[in-house]
């Protein structure tokens, strides 16, 4: 048994898992597991920089994350960051903030790494279930970028594409502030957005070969929480529900009718996603239509998860 400590930080948010990793079963035990929305990737797609009070956030979630990790004793920790930090001009001073606080140097991982960690955490409880085809396809809708893997016990093909769910939104919906009910318009430019980013995924990654669609990230879940009419956001109802297509259209239609108010008031719905999830959800509702999925299997256990296993079998 190994204790690690995997942080995943991304565009909207950054997340901590500090679990007892046991490689001879297969099985990661959770000690605790939080996330913090940060939006480390404010106006990253505008300016090409990281925004001082974004990086103040995210360094606050930091020196939390660190007195979680020296009190649970963790052995190992491993830093990865994703899409914001990948495209920003001043990273380093990012990267130097984290070394100070945390001790270890982020690892600014590409694309394709993002994916290959993705896969790992979302397959490998499912490679043993009789009632999911493989191939999988995976799926992790994150606040800059939507990374697509496909696989069955390892990754075949993989790509990431910048059609995250704050990339989205602060490209198509915010005018000063986010158009709230966005317009018919506006939705056109998202879509067309998500299909250029769809054809190009489609010239690597062999989307149509998938058997089973394995949805992962805050978009995924809040939507799987919104159709099982969830009185409040519940990880283990959530882990592995299966939501049908037509479920997922139409709570896609309703999120991008509403009102900020109206999404706020969703009792599962974290404040952090209220402006972003309508963007969230055509993604996933397009990648579907595009493939013909009637259903999309999601799961709570993502890169964070992919991040623990390879802390807890990396020898150096």
Known sequence: MTRVAAIDCGTNSIRLLVADAHPETGELVDLDRRMTIVRLG??????GRLAPEALERTFAACREYAA?????????IRFVATSASRDAENRDEFVRGVIDILGVEPEVITGDQEAEFSFTGATKELTGRDDLARPFLVVDIGGGSTEFVVGDDHVRAARSVDIGCVRM???HL????????PTSDRIEAIRADIAAALDLVEQTVPLHEARTLVGLAGSVTTISAIAQNLPEYDSVAIHHSRIPYDRVREITEWLLASTHAERAAVPSMHPGRVDVIGAGALVLLSIMERIGAREVVVSEHDILDGIAWHAALDDE
Not at 42 to 47: C, K
Not at 174 to 181: E, F, N, R, S, T
Request: aromatic fraction near 0%; charged fraction near 35%.
């Open 169 to 171: 939104t602060e490209r």
């Open 174 to 181: 915010v005018h000063g502030q986010v158009v709230d009910p």
């Open 42 to 47: 404010q106006g990253v797609d505008r300016t």
């Open 68 to 76: 979680i990790i020296k009190e649970h004793g963790a052995e190992k």
